[in-house]
């Protein structure tokens, strides 16, 4: 009887460890060629983000993980970011998008 339950409750441990492995997360290839996985935390009501920084240390692109599950891109080259207007931008994207 007691070896049943104590096999009952590991088998239930068990599954709750498989279905918390299973969470949906985003993905992005970032410049080096390395897959970033990002999460997004519905209880904050936000996605991860990850910037991609270039080798001379100016930012690339910003991947953020949106509430479906989809990564959304933005690349420097649609904001116009100069060392005047770069304190303008809150967050570090997209101000390391100029190196001053």
Known sequence: MK???VCLLLAG???IGVNAGNEPVCSFRNNQGET???KYLPLLKQGQDY???GMDGKCLKRAVCSENFKTEV???GTYR???ANKKTFPGVFPGC????
């Open 3 to 5: 070896f049943t339950i």
């Open 13 to 15: 441990f068990l599954a």
């Open 36 to 38: 970033i996985f990002l």
């Open 51 to 53: 910037v991609d920084f």
């Open 74 to 76: 933005e690349d420097c």
């Open 81 to 83: 970011v100069t060392c």
């Open 97 to 100: 998008c100029v190196k001053c």
